[in-house]
């Protein structure tokens, strides 16, 4: 029973991770809570659907072209609504991208209906294994193993590449990375990209275990994965991994163990909880207060 | 009053007007919070759902009478505002975004699965006590008390908090005193809000106070240009009539409404009254009227 | 006995020991200068006089009270102003009430007597502005009350700093750089407001880069490197100390 609730869990989780990865390092650049992020993945979600249904393609290709179209929309989103607000206040930014976000989703109920709708049966065979009491799809652990992949491949292109090197550069001080030469603005829509796309990746995926795709997903997965990332310590790309798998796997044991009605105060109970006690988060840095 | 505006007033025009009365009322609350004391707080749903929830079950299931019931929404909500805002105060910026944006959301969860709030089902049946007169009664007298307020000493201490914490503290203001206070009093008006909107709507579900309810207050807010009290009555005007006026594009409402926040900041990034000053207003009239009376003689 | 005593005090950030065992006492009515290259740690030791840090070790006494630990506002409202390296102004505030707000601990009047504009309330009001108009006038900037203090230029942001901090009727302000950034004229001006603020009967201590100003100005002053005192006492005394010329002012000289 805890195993089997761990593993739900862990998939839930790596899902939330790929997309609080994206509220994380837009956050880190240009310290703006992305709010848009949540309909990203949302589209994600439906481009996918779209591909399949049209194409009739596997799952891997549905989530490679959803996350290529995602990285154009994450892109243009940034050139359109955040790049002329970047020198005003913080929040009239954030407004801009609650302006995005909605616009996005009723985009999408205009184009698509509210109702969900779900992936074909053809996208991928499901196996279900049994190890003891047990119950391990083929599908969670095609999910565990495309997020564990994006994210190492994430950590290896920030750590090694120069246009990692140029997005740790602009995290520390966006003025001084542009003393240094570093192209800013590619950077950021670089990053707005990168983020686009893990959160596709994770829109797909949830798409098809969840068996259902809607306008509507996006917000309460935003709010989720914004959560994890805060719980990690925002800013902090393993932090984000972290708080991602750890939000997931709280949530199911809560609603395995406690109440299955309080599904979604649990992750937000459980943040509340570790900002009191780490006001920085699990992997944030303290800082001192520069005067 | 009421009969005689019933009268001669388009009953559907009377409700909106209502209902811009309850919007400024919750906004000004929340202007108090994020605007002037700069604490960006996206759960003031949450406190509205408190209040609401307040009134509604004292008047539906102990027959309390609606001025109590009243003040009783917005003690209430000050009271869960200050119990949660201590320790939570002390997180800055985004991270307190987050929380209240959390602690909304469990608020709404808890009435989801609370027996005496009607769990899913809501609270049908509540007296329609707002009408006209006790709304725009109110209004004006929280644009007169907080209008004072922000030409005071504490009012400054306020502001001075969100210009800069630190200077703040060492010109000698006991910021977190006054950001937990400030809090209070937000969460107040959220309460006296949300009673406001029970009473009037007469049903009430944990849906109408969801996330996206918090988000329409603050662009109220913000779109009028923050910490200014003549800028959250036009940002609450103009938003809530938007939806109104769009009524004609139908479904297409809510796109022209998200596109509209976007144009708006981009073009008034600092809201649309939020650099103007009473100050400057004052110079320019006296100053244009001055040019004309020569121009006359 | 001096208004200020720091005895002892050290401050550690993550393994770096910023101040190490450092002890000074600044006298009642003196300037009181506090030199040192960059790193050295006098904004560090600004930032524990007014509470923004706690000292690892030792303790600060103003008064002959031990103050540190207190927070800010507290010390504020014992009565020690300061300003800062990096102008801290509420931006969005005009001029008069960037210095009203330095009035805040010297005023009572709370919510319920401002929004029910209780007569002595009104009263307090008023008295507050005549004061603020003072000081803006002594700082040089009564034709600017009203102006957005982020509108003003640089050095009239450093004299509305001043004013501010001299609205806590202070006994005792601190000075982070005040002359950065100002022009010769001003620095003139500055030299003489400070003047007068000790003519007020107020102690101040002063960091500064520029040494015209600091040899100019100080009655005594302190040298700090690398988080300790190497030299203490008059400039003229300063001036020629081996330890002072070979770190500070260069070992060439």
């Keep these: 029973m805890f195993l089997q609730q761990l593993i739900n869990g862990l998939t839930l989780g790596s899902t939330y991770a790929l997309i609080a990865l994206g509220y994380t390092m837009v956050y880190g650049i240009v310290q703006l809570i992305n709010f848009a992020h949540g309909e990203i993945y949302m589209f994600g979600a439906f481009f996918g659907l779209l591909l399949v249904l049209t194409f009739d393609v596997d799952i891997f290709l549905a989530i490679a072209g959803a996350m290529v179209f995602c990285m154009l929309m994450g892109v243009l989103v940034e050139r359109i609504a955040y790049r002329p607000l970047r020198g005003s206040s913080r929040l009239s930014a954030l407004i801009s991208a609650i302006g995005v976000s909605i616009f996005l989703s009723t985009f999408m109920v205009l184009l698509r209906g509210p109702n969900s709708t779900s992936y074909p049966s053809s996208v991928m065979a499901i196996k279900t294994y049994h190890i003891g009491s047990i119950e391990l799809s083929s599908l969670q652990i095609m999910i565990l193993v495309t997020a564990a992949v994006l994210m190492i491949g994430l950590e290896l292109m920030v750590k090694r590449t120069r246009m990692g090197k140029a997005m740790r550069a602009c995290s520390q001080d966006l003025d001084a990375a542009r003393l240094m030469g570093i192209n800013v603005d590619r950077t950021i829509s670089f990053t707005f990209a990168l983020g686009s796309a893990l959160a596709a990746a994770g829109g797909v995926m949830v798409g098809v275990y969840y068996n259902a795709v809607q306008p509507y997903m996006g917000t309460m997965a935003g709010l989720k994965a914004f959560a994890a990332a805060v719980l990690g310590g925002i800013g902090s790309i393993p932090g984000a991994m972290l708080g991602g798998i750890l939000l997931g796997v709280l949530e199911n044991l809560g609603i395995a163990y406690l109440a299955s009605s309080y599904k979604d105060a649990i992750a937000f109970g459980i943040l509340i909880l570790v900002l009191l006690i780490r006001p920085q988060g699990l992997l944030g840095k303290a800082t001192t207060k520069k005067v | 009053m009421e009969s005689l505006l019933q009268q001669y007033v388009d009953l559907y025009y009377l409700q909106i007007v209502i209902l811009i009365g309850i919007n400024i009322i919750l906004a000004l609350g929340l202007n108090i919070i994020t605007g002037v004391t700069g604490q960006l707080s996206m759960g003031h749903a949450g406190f509205m759902s408190i209040g609401a929830y307040t009134s509604a079950i004292l008047a539906t299931q102990f027959g309390v009478p609606f001025p109590v019931c009243l003040l009783a929404a917005g003690l209430m909500a000050a009271f869960m505002g200050v119990v949660i805002g201590i320790p939570i105060l002390r997180l800055e910026g985004d991270y307190l975004a987050m929380v209240t944006i959390g602690f909304a959301e469990i608020v709404r969860v808890v009435f989801l699965n609370l027996e005496i709030a009607g769990r899913g089902m809501g609270l049908s049946g509540i007296p329609a006590e707002t009408n006209f007169s006790i709304v725009w009664g109110l209004v004006i007298i929280i644009v007169l008390l907080n209008t004072g307020l922000l030409k005071s000493r504490p009012g400054r201490a306020l502001y001075s908090i969100r210009e800069d914490e630190i200077a703040a503290e060492a010109s000698g203001v006991n910021t977190t005193l006054y950001k937990v206070i400030a809090f209070g009093m937000g969460t107040f008006l959220a309460g006296i809000g949300g009673s406001l909107y029970a009473h009037y709507l007469t049903y009430i579900n944990p849906g109408n106070f969801g996330f996206m309810r918090s988000v329409e207050l603050l662009n109220m807010v913000v779109l009028g240009g923050m910490g200014s009290i003549p800028g959250t009555i036009v940002g609450t005007i103009i938003l809530t009539i938007a939806p109104e006026v769009l009524r004609f594009v139908q479904e297409y409402r809510l796109l022209f409404y998200g596109a509209l926040l976007v144009i708006l900041m981009i073009f008034r990034p600092n809201g649309l009254l939020g650099d103007v000053r009473w100050h400057d207003v004052k110079r320019y009239w006296s100053r244009w009227r001055k040019t004309w009376i020569k121009k006359g003689s | ?253």
């Design chain 3, 1 to 253: 006995m001096g208004i200020l005593e720091v005895r002892n005090v050290s401050q550690e950030f993550g393994g770096l020991l910023a101040l190490d065992r450092l002890s000074f006492s600044v006298e009642e009515g003196e300037i009181y200068g506090l030199i040192g290259p960059n790193g050295a740690g006098k904004t560090t030791l600004f930032n524990l006089i007014t509470g923004i840090y706690r000292p690892t070790l030792g303790e600060i006494l103003f008064k002959g009270q031990v103050i540190s630990g207190l927070k800010p506002y507290r010390i504020a409202e014992v009565g020690i102003g300061r300003t800062f390296q990096n102008v801290r102004l509420f931006k969005k505030l005009s001029a008069i009430d960037n210095v009203r707000v330095g009035m805040h601990s010297r005023s009572r009047a709370g919510f319920f007597s401002s929004v029910l504009h209780f007569p002595w309330a009104n009263r307090e009001e008023k008295q507050m502005t005549e004061k603020c108009r003072e000081l803006l006038e002594m700082v040089g900037l009564s034709d600017k009350t009203m102006e957005l203090a982020g509108s003003l230029a640089y050095g009239e942001q450093r004299c509305l700093e001043i004013a501010r901090a001299m609205a806590l009727s202070p006994s005792l302000v601190l000075l982070d750089e005040p002359a950065a950034g100002m022009n010769a004229t001003e620095k003139e001006e500055l030299l003489s407001l400070i003047r007068r603020i000790r003519d007020l009967g107020v102690t101040v201590l002063l960091v500064e880069h520029d040494m015209n100003v600091v040899m100019n100005i100080c009655d005594r002053m302190i040298v700090l490197n690398y988080g300790s005192k190497i030299a203490e006492g008059p400039p003229d005394f300063v001036k020629n100390d081996e330890k002072v010329i070979q770190s500070y002012l260069g070992v060439d000289m």
